[in-house]
């Protein structure tokens, strides 16, 4: 019989803990009693933004998921039948609804959606959950606005059910049946299965993977939820446009817990901006050690796929394949978040000594004060059901816009705001839904320059053919679909923006300047009079806006064009901005010294020199990188940070839209704006900013077509040769004249 080891004193140890994450904790220490009263006024604070569902509506969720559970295995019992399996194999046949996302995390908001996955046995085929299944859930009077998108990524039936939105996917599994006890963390489930139906296990089993990594579950979500609002209220909060969505945030409080097992939520949210605010990216965030299942499947590991070397950001889910959730983070999204991190260490460490409450964590920055200059994407559709469509394509597109101006020299940052808005109508007697995105731009400090010409005529140029032929090509595109953008400072924002996003930017007025620090060591003051306490509403229905200002032109009012005409730049009239000068001081983001494990399992990721300046064809390389380098872990890798920037726009021989017709187009007169800056802590400069539309055209065939696409937007290499219909062109000119 084995006998128990003891120490030097004779006392028999204890078991040790278990050890989670891929490094030893940071800290063991325990909760003091001023951490718990924290926690308590954390709670308190978070509980008017409507974080925590009330008990009833959580049973009215669990009865609502009870319902759809016992569909599907009626559902799968009839196909049974219907297929004549044995008896015996009917009765116990299964089939299970499973959730994942926040709902499972437990971290759900008030009228939040839920994420759920149906699965069956191997003889339900996909086609029997898009027909059957959908007909089956049409009869149910429960069930409203249900529509099926087969053709998605990943496959998914919507529908509203009792009032609570919910999206269901679709796994079939190489089992006979589906027993109730069914853990999807096991591995061998995807032998054998369709790719598709491997995308929809991954939410489960990455969601699963995550609550098995944390120490304590409850302190994890009471952190999750606090770091969720904050990442909102901070407009950080979108995987589509570059930042975060919810699975990331939750990887990053997960490694926290993780570092801090024995710590509780008021000392985990603080923590939290310690360790991301002290992060050496691109070093990946990692919850367990990657495992290799031999079923060739694609994973995430620079060692081997040199794309992965170029992600600037990267956050692995826990769960084979092994992914990277964060591959839409951009240089200039990246910057935004660490510096939010930042301020969030400071804002904490002030909590923490008692100087501050936690209701100033979550109080949301004015984004339209942070900018002298921005450029403003106008979307419209004719019908609101086309507007939902369109919206969505362009929204996914934005950060190629994002990534095409990160790559213009004059440029230091593009940060687009996740929130939209409904933008003025251009004809108040035309019935037409228009939605606006805003973008801040911050242009970097030259010396020794004059008369600096900064054109981002090619960079628009290059976003709107690319949403343009994705819509062809998808066939969604219909006729009076437009696109449109323009350069606006930031006194002219009232004219387009609604009035409650703006009208208290004054009265809180702060002479602290924001400061980002870009990644290439050098510091950016993005504006010397930010609001960092303003608080701004998200919008939830139209607002009335005033309309634009008269001196609008309406591009393609008297076009020749008999197919499609495009939305113009709207001129406006300019005001006096000053562009944001290049500081050399660093702000700095706590007093804490602790040191932080990086992620050592991994191949380094080191930031060598800078490349030399180089001339970028293509508008959209930070989605499709260059050709890498080859060769082993150990092999130094450009830092995709300090990405090559293009000199200026090509040509306009060069541009992807000349064409022929454009010999017939009738220009309109370019409106210049004298911009002169008068801050007395920055360098005076000019700005004269040309903004200039000519009428659309419409390129009738497709040989044309196909020549455009020969220096277009890198992001079509997935997309055929287009089909030979008309396709709106938009001659957007935006230039910006820095005058010494």
């Not at 959908?134 to 009077?141: F, G, N, P, S, T």
């Not at 009471?222 to 446009?241: D, F, G, P, V």
């Not at 024995?262 to 949210?269: D, E, F, G, H, K």
């Not at 709207?570 to 990086?598: L, R, Y």
């Amino acid at each position: 019989m084995p006998f128990p080891v003891t120490t030097q004193g004779s006392q028999q140890t204890q078991p040790p803990p278990k050890h989670y994450g891929i490094t030893s904790p940071i800290s063991l220490a325990a909760p003091k009693e001023t951490d718990c009263l924290l926690t308590q006024k954390l709670i308190e604070t978070l509980k008017p933004f409507g974080v925590f569902e009330e008990e009833e509506e959580l049973q009215r969720r669990i009865l609502i998921l009870g319902k759809l559970n016992n569909l599907v295995k009626e559902w799968i019992r009839e196909i049974s039948e219907s297929k004549n399996l044995p008896q015996s194999v009917i009765e116990n046949v299964g089939g299970k609804i499973f959730t994942f996302g926040s709902y499972r995390l437990g971290v759900h908001t008030k009228g939040a959606d839920i994420d759920a996955l149906c699965v069956a046995p191997r003889h339900v085929d996909r086609s029997d959950f898009f027909t059957s299944f959908y007909d089956k859930l049409k009869l149910q009077e429960e069930v409203k606005d249900l529509r099926a998108v087969e053709e998605a990524f990943v496959p998914v039936i919507k529908l509203c059910f009792d009032g609570i939105e919910i999206d269901i996917l679709f796994a079939r599994l190489a089992l006979q049946t589906i027993p109730e006890d069914l853990d999807l963390r096991d591995d061998s489930l995807l032998k054998n299965l369709d790719i598709r139906c491997i995308r929809s296990l991954n939410g489960c089993r990455v969601t699963d993977e995550i609550l098995h990594l944390v120490p304590n579950i409850d302190n994890f979500r009471l952190t999750l939820r606090a770091i969720k609002l904050w990442a909102k209220r901070h407009n950080i909060y979108s995987n589509i446009l570059g930042f975060l969505g919810g699975v990331s945030w939750a990887m990053l409080v997960a490694r926290t817990c993780q570092l801090y097992p024995n710590a509780i939520a008021s000392t985990l949210v603080h923590k939290f901006f310690l360790v991301f605010s002290k992060w050496e990216w691109p070093n990946p965030v990692l919850l367990k050690q990657p495992e290799e299942c031999n079923l060739n499947l694609p994973v995430w590991d620079p060692r081997v796929n040199p794309s992965d070397r170029y992600h600037l950001m990267p956050i692995i889910t826990p769960a084979y394949p092994q992914q990277n959730s964060t591959y839409n983070v951009s240089v200039s999204t990246r910057m935004v978040m660490v510096e939010e991190f930042k301020q969030g260490l400071a804002i904490t460490d002030e909590i923490l000594l008692s100087k501050g409450e936690w209701s100033k964590l979550f109080e949301a920055p004015n984004f339209f004060q942070k900018y002298k200059h921005y450029i403003v994407l106008l979307a419209s559709a004719p019908t609101e059901k086309q507007r939902l469509e369109w919206v969505g394509l362009v929204e996914s597109k934005i950060r190629i816009l994002v990534g095409s101006l990160e790559k213009n020299e004059f440029i230091t940052l593009a940060h687009v705001n996740p929130q939209s808005f409904p933008a003025p109508k251009e004809n108040p007697d035309k019935e037409e839904f228009r939605t606006m995105w805003v973008i801040g731009l911050v242009f970097k400090k030259t010396e020794n320059s004059e008369n600096l010409s900064v054109d981002l005529t090619y960079d628009i140029q290059s976003f709107t053919d690319t949403v343009y032929r994705q819509a062809i090509n998808s066939k969604m595109f219909e006729v009076d679909m437009k696109i449109a953008a323009m350069h606006v400072k930031r006194k002219q924002l009232h004219e387009l923006l609604p009035n409650h996003v703006l009208q208290k930017k004054k009265k809180q007025h702060s002479t602290e300047g924001v400061r980002l620090t870009p990644l290439n060591d050098s510091s950016l003051d993005l504006s010397m009079d930010s609001d960092n306490s303003m608080s701004v509403p998200s919008p939830t229905s139209a607002m009335k806006t005033s309309p634009l200002n008269s001196s609008g032109s309406s591009q393609g009012r008297n076009s020749p064009a008999p197919a499609v005409t495009a939305a113009s730049v709207t001129n406006i009239q300019a005001t006096e901005v000053s562009v944001p000068q290049v500081n050399s001081s660093e702000s700095s983001g706590g007093t804490s010294s602790e040191s932080i494990p990086q992620t050592a399992t991994q191949p380094a990721i080191s930031s060598p020199p800078k490349p030399t300046v180089s001339r970028v064809v293509s508008s959209t390389r930070l989605v499709n990188p260059p050709p890498r380098p080859s060769g082993n872990a150990a092999t130094k890798i450009p830092n995709p940070v300090v990405g090559v920037k293009r000199r200026s726009s090509p040509h306009k021989e060069e541009s992807p839209k000349k064409t022929k017709t454009e010999e017939d187009e009738t220009s309109e007169d370019a409106n210049c704006l004298a911009l002169s800056g008068h801050d007395k802590t920055e360098t005076k400069e000019q700005v004269d900013t040309e903004t200039s539309t000519t009428q659309s055209e419409t390129v009738q065939t497709a040989a044309s077509l196909l020549a455009s696409q020969k220096t277009s937007s890198t992001d079509l290499s997935d997309i055929p040769a287009l089909p030979a219909n008309p396709i709106p062109v938009i001659k957007n000119s935006i230039k910006l004249r820095l005058n010494r």
